[in-house]
């Protein structure tokens, strides 16, 4: 609301200082062609006054405008990013829009500032309005006549402004839309066949493909640029067809003539604030469709459960196929790369839909709520997913309230403290996304140390040692083989190495496990 | 360029058309007042149309000049950054997301400043001092007045705009890192939710949300202090003009009169003066993009330039070689492969087989230790995700040596056992292929890389987990492929494949 007042305030403010500053001065040149006697009787004060303080009230006002509607906008948006976030981490992963590639969710980023331009904007559609509506008064002082020119020119601007450029650039923004997509994916795809580039000589013949691609969206974009600069150029020309047809149409005395030429032309102005929000409608409107799917996700009413440690006497059974495991089971998977080891581990721990038919506690896991699976296990991925923050931040990501002590303890367990003690900000060290500073073998290891941390009855490691030479893979091993005695856990492991597999006491064959109905 | 500054020019040449409409106005107005003819209103009337018109002109003009420039500096910009792009092989190269971000978003911020805010700039020096010397030619005192208000104008911006253009960068800065952290987090969701951290992650998600905006508007009152200032003396210097136009034709100025002013030459100034600040008001608004296009014209000049190939040999020599970069570090390798030979390099995901073997090739220049390695030219490379050009299945095959004859391909493509699936196709080798190789599957689409590595026929074959994604029988029958080949040609592989790791002559374990 204040964001509107201000924007209606400027937007009036500059109209009427141009207007009566024409007013005034053409009464000026009337007094003083009418003598001496007309000077004296010419109220000057008045509107020389009202000039300065237009000029002050004009600038006031924008500065209002722009900090109440940023503010407003940016709330909003904050709230909308913090609301939707919150809606989306309480999705089951097993159903939840897939987000995972950095793409996806950079999209999502994307709209979302997207929204803010408009949120910024739409305070001054209706000051726009209300400029346009003050300049019809003003012209209005002009005749019926004037008024209705007036009102002509800008339902016409308002038709060609609002509709035509949108219509006319559909075609061209698809196109460019189109080919951007197609030199991404080139992009991604010569990217990744650089070597291959490098050695046939081929970087000349793939620069042709790139630039050929980047042209059709050059073209596409000119065509947009034009309809843009053809709006706006519009504009301003229906500007002086607004003073122009104002001036022929006035019936009233010259110096009101004056300030109703001077508005009609101001006032146009405006015009070009609604036209431009209209087509940035259109644009954002796709992203807002993109975000609606989001927004539809239930809404989130209860914060979940924090999960603690569980006690070992709420230990469950886990099931895969027609055999059953006592909590505090060491099991191996077994099969070939690709025969879907992961997958199984991924379900157990609720991350995907289970293509197995597996079980906890003797109820199938598709049947089971998240929050049940969440209670019983904890798993090292293949991919050990750190988040971009402190050692420390992703070691807390296990379970609230842990300690330093305890973060060392899982640390030493995982073969990780010296590296991360020797490092000068020790836990604190922050990793850049995906683990940066460290290893693919270290950030294994940090990944092993949070599921350790989360104290959950079965633990599921994948490829735990990958990357890691013999001795530390024999420590390792021996160090889990000892945290799993002292703590009582299960553990399902997946390895192709003899070592880590070495933990397992019984082994279960992928390819064994019958397929989930449906 | 040759058409430089074009748009800039036609910035400024609004400001005729500006100077022609209240010229127009000013004689209309003029004839009304003193009762003249409805004709002399009439072709004031003209006049100002004439002067909408040529603005529309030259705006139109303008923004369709600027994308041109704008046009040929992406195309320079594209033209070398491309194979800067596809040269920079192995780890010190940007990831591919990074390589798509660089090649299309960096350019096109760098684009839109070019078309938008350099030819604004190149007008916001000359249009204002036009309009005063319009504005002079009327009256020198109302153009002397437009001057004056420029002094604190230009003493407000530089305490103003220099605060609003460092908060804008600072602000930009921050909404980039949450930015950053927002996609971090969702792409992390899934383990997230697998500790039920969600609640906590959330909460501080939308805290760091709410600070970045918290402190963006307090940012923001800064940097609309510095837009304040324009409108400011925009308007001061209207009301100015106004007020002294008014007080000149009353005859009630407080100091004597120095030119004598009348009605038209008055309104002409004053329909004028507005124009004095919008070259300026313009320059503002396109101030965001001279912030992208900055900050993409960084990112671009900070991309590695491709390394310095090695010295040439007659056979692949490492002594001591160590790859390094932030975070990751290979080696210390020592290699010597003759001209014939099988060696893998193997090692679990992440752990540089691919960067090693790009540094094998040339490609990628070590941080300690000494690489001899062949020319180029002798070497093949089969990657993991081999390249697909837009042309014939045939032409693919032959990207390393175009001239190779129907027979070699033939037997090559029957040795990766593709020879089913050309066989299959009706158009065979000329079935045409897109860049992302719609009917391929990943397995065929490697096994297509192996055999345009055999056709090009070359001392040194690179092979980049050449049994991945394949079924168990494809898979030894590559490995049999390899291992006979190696008796003709030196072959390296990386691979986390036993089996083949066991065929191997020399084994390099990362």
């Known amino acids: ?518 | 360029m040759r058409i430089y500054k074009a748009a800039g020019f036609a910035w400024t040449s609004d400001i005729a058309g500006a100077a022609i409409f209240a010229w127009g106005l000013a004689s209309a107005l003029e004839a009304r007042l003193a009762g003249g003819t409805m004709a002399v209103m009439a072709s004031g009337c003209a006049l100002m149309m004439l002067g909408g018109l040529l603005r529309l002109a030259s705006q139109v003009g303008a923004q369709v000049l600027g994308f041109d420039e704008g046009r040929l500096l992406a195309q320079a910009r594209r033209a070398e950054l491309f194979p800067r792009l596809l040269a920079l092989a192995g780890p010190s190269g940007p990831a591919l997301g990074a390589t798509a971000t660089l090649g299309i978003d960096h350019i096109a911020a760098e684009q839109a400043r070019a078309a938008r805010f350099d030819p604004v700039r190149q007008s916001a020096t000359s249009a204002p001092l036009l309009v005063a010397a319009i504005v002079a030619l009327q009256s020198w005192v109302a153009a002397l007045i437009l001057l004056a208000t420029l002094i604190p104008f230009v003493i407000g911006m530089i305490f103003a705009g220099g605060a609003a253009r460092q908060a804008a960068d600072r602000q930009m800065a921050a909404i980039t890192a949450l930015s950053a952290l927002y996609v971090d987090r969702i792409r992390h969701l899934p383990i997230i939710r697998h500790f039920a951290a969600e609640d906590r992650i959330a909460r501080a998600a939308g805290r760091a949300a709410q600070d970045v905006a918290a402190r963006t508007i307090a940012v923001l009152r800064a940097a609309f202090i510095s837009s304040a200032v324009l409108e400011f003396f925009a308007a001061l210097s209207v009301a100015l003009v106004a007020v002294y136009c008014g007080f000149s034709l009353l005859g009630l100025l407080p100091f004597p009169a120095i030119e004598v002013l009348n009605y038209r030459s008055a309104l002409f100034v004053l329909v004028l003066a507005p124009e004095f600040y919008l070259p300026m008001r313009r320059l503002a608004a396109a101030y965001h993009e001279k912030q992208l296009g900055e900050a993409a014209e960084k990112a671009l000049a900070d991309l590695p330039q491709p390394s310095q190939r090695p010295a040439r040999a007659a056979s692949v020599l490492l002594r001591g070689v160590i790859v390094e970069w932030p975070g990751h570090r290979i080696g210390p390798v020592s290699l010597e492969l003759g001209a014939q030979g099988l060696v893998c390099i193997t090692g679990p995901t992440g752990s540089g087989k691919t960067s090693l073997l790009a540094a094998i090739a040339g490609q990628v220049a070590p941080s300690k230790g000494a690489i001899a390695t062949l020319p180029a030219e002798a070497i093949a490379w089969a990657g993991q995700v081999p390249l697909l050009l837009p042309t014939t299945l045939g032409d693919n095959l032959r990207l390393g040596k175009p001239e190779a004859d129907d027979a070699a391909v033939t037997v090559a493509v029957s040795a990766v056992g593709l020879d089913a699936l050309v066989a299959r196709r009706a158009e065979g080798l000329n079935t045409a292929i897109d860049h992302h190789g719609a009917w391929l599957s990943g397995g065929e689409r490697r096994r297509l890389g192996l055999a345009r590595a055999l056709i090009a026929d070359r001392a040194l074959l690179l092979a980049d987990e050449p049994t991945a994604d394949l079924d168990s029988a494809s898979a030894e029958r590559i490995i049999a492929l390899l291992t006979s080949e190696a008796r003709q040609r030196a072959i390296i592989v990386a691979t986390h494949d036993e089996r083949l790791v066991a065929a191997a002559d020399t084994v390099i374990a990362l």
């Not at chain 1, 904050?78 to 919150?86: H, I, Q």
């Not at chain 1, 308002?158 to 219509?167: I, T, W």
């Open chain 1, 1 to 518: 609301m204040l964001a509107f007042m201000a924007a209606l305030a400027a937007g009036i403010g500059g109209l009427v200082l141009l207007a009566v500053s024409g007013w005034f001065l053409t009464g000026a040149a009337l007094a003083a062609g009418s003598g001496a006697a007309a000077i004296a009787a010419f109220n000057y004060l008045i509107p020389s006054a009202a000039i300065r303080g237009l000029a002050v009230l004009r600038t006031a006002a924008r500065y209002g405008e722009r900090l109440w509607s940023h503010e407003a906008a940016l709330q909003a948006l904050a709230e909308l990013r913090g609301t939707l976030f919150t809606r989306l981490a309480h999705a089951d992963s097993r159903n939840a829009p897939d987000l995972a590639s950095g793409d996806a969710s950079a999209k999502l980023i994307g709209d979302i500032a997207a929204l803010e331009d408009l949120v910024v904007r739409r305070p001054g559609i209706p000051a726009a309005a209300g400029t346009v509506l003050a300049g019809l008064a003003a012209v209005a002082l002009a005749g019926w006549l004037a008024a209705l020119t007036y009102i002509a020119v800008i339902v016409l601007l308002l038709a060609l402004l609002a509709v035509l450029p949108q219509r006319l650039s559909t075609a061209p923004a698809a196109e460019a839309a189109a080919a951007t997509a197609a030199l991404r994916r080139m992009l991604v795809d010569y990217a990744a066949a650089r070597s291959e580039i490098i050695t046939y000589g081929l970087a000349p013949r793939v620069t042709a493909l790139l630039v050929a691609e980047a042209d059709r969206i050059d073209t596409a974009q000119r065509r947009l640029a034009r309809i843009e600069a053809a709006g706006g150029g519009l504009l301003i020309a229906g500007s002086a067809l607004a003073a122009a047809a104002t001036l022929l149409a006035s019936t009233a005395s010259t110096p009101i003539t004056a300030l109703a030429v001077l508005a009609a032309s101001a006032s146009v102005e405006a015009v070009a604030a609604i036209a431009r929000t209209a087509s940035r409608e259109a644009a954002v409107a796709e992203g807002i469709a993109r975000l609606r799917v989001l927004l539809a996700l239930p809404a989130f009413e209860a914060p979940s459960p924090a999960v603690t440690a569980v006690p070992p006497d709420a230990a469950q059974t886990v099931g895969l196929g027609t055999a059953t495991f006592a909590p505090g089971s060491r099991i191996a998977l077994t099969g070939e790369s690709g025969s879907g080891k992961t997958r199984v581990l991924e379900a157990l721990a609720g991350m995907r839909v289970p293509a197995h038919d597996l079980t906890l506690d003797g109820r199938p896991l598709a049947m089971l709520p998240a929050a049940a699976i969440r209670t019983q296990v904890a798993i090292a991925p293949q991919e050990p997913m750190l988040l971009a923050g402190s050692v420390a931040d992703n070691l807390r990501l296990a379970r609230p309230g842990i300690d330093a002590e305890a973060m060392e303890r899982a640390l030493r367990t995982a073969q990780l403290w010296e590296r991360i003690a020797r490092m000068p900000q020790g836990l604190d060290t922050v990793l850049s996304e995906d683990g940066g500073v460290l290893s693919g073998g270290e950030r294994k290891r940090l990944a092993i140390a949070r599921a350790l941390l989360a104290e959950r009855p079965w633990l599921l490691l994948d490829e735990p040692t990958e990357g890691l030479d013999a001795g530390t893979e024999e420590a390792l091993v021996g160090a889990l083989r000892n945290w799993l005695g002292v703590h009582g856990t299960g553990l399902i492991i997946a390895s192709h190495r003899a070592a880590p597999l070495g933990l397992a006491d019984v082994e279960v064959a992928v390819a064994a496990i019958p397929r989930a109905a449906g």
